[in-house]
């Protein structure tokens, strides 16, 4: 099992430009979320899903779009990124009461 | 809005010495659960805590639910160079899988 992965790593992007984090899971768990983690702040929830073709708002969704086609992806999309969107973000899958994270995608936004 | 705050932010110890980091809320809380990050990588989970006035311990750590479940705090004995990292406690709001994490400590121990 390789658990949970995100795609890129790092990124840097341009004001106004968009893009797309991926993130699949292959423990066929239900329940994924998107966290944003900067400084000082802790994680920060900004979308999840309770299963395929159910998303919804976390504390920070603004600026964010997600879908859930499959179980397995849960990607993120920066329709016109800004640079107050410039943090490590992380995707989750749970079970239980188990949260298990991605490794993380970088971005910085310029 | 449920809050979780973390003390102390910071936290820089000499191996060998004993510390605990905190974690408040005015809420209560079905479940708290304490996380453990390294830099570049994810936080990885390392205890929860569910039922009111409960301790676990995993090695040299002991985590304790206040009786209120309100708040929770994390008790390393004897630390080492590996404790250092980022220490984070998490809850879910209302019953729901929406968790809302603290600000974090972050703890350096010193050979």
């Known amino acids: 099992n390789a658990g949970v992965t995100q795609t890129p790593k790092f990124q840097v992007l341009k004001t106004g430009q968009s893009m797309t984090l991926q993130c699949a899971q292959d423990m066929n768990h239900e329940y994924m979320s998107w966290y944003r983690q900067d400084p000082g702040m802790g994680l920060r929830l900004i979308h999840y899903?309770?299963?395929?073709?159910?998303?919804d708002q976390g504390e920070v969704p603004n600026g964010y779009n997600v879908s859930r086609s499959t179980t397995e992806d849960f990607p993120l999309r920066l329709l016109s990124a800004a640079p107050s969107q410039t943090s490590v973000y992380f995707c989750?899958?749970?079970?239980?009461?188990?949260?298990?994270f991605g490794p993380g995608t970088r971005l910085l936004v310029l | 809005t449920q809050l979780l705050e973390q003390s102390p932010q910071f936290l820089s110890i000499q191996e060998g010495e004993n510390l605990t980091v905190y974690c408040n809320s005015s809420s209560v809380f079905s479940s708290l659960q304490w996380y453990r990050q390294e830099p570049g990588e994810g936080p990885v989970l390392l205890v929860t805590v569910v039922t009111g006035g409960e301790v676990k311990k995993l090695k040299r750590l002991t985590f304790q639910f206040g009786d209120a479940r309100k708040d929770s705090s994390l008790h390393i004995t004897a630390a080492q160079p590996g404790d250092t990292g980022l220490y984070l406690c998490?809850?879910?709001?209302?019953?729901?899988?929406?968790?809302?994490f603290g600000t974090g400590t972050r703890l350096k121990v010193l050979a």
């Open positions: 998490a809850g879910p709001t209302s019953g729901t899988y929406k968790y809302i």
């Open positions: 989750a899958s749970i079970r239980g009461e188990t949260q298990y």
């Open positions: 899903s309770v299963g395929a073709g159910i998303t």
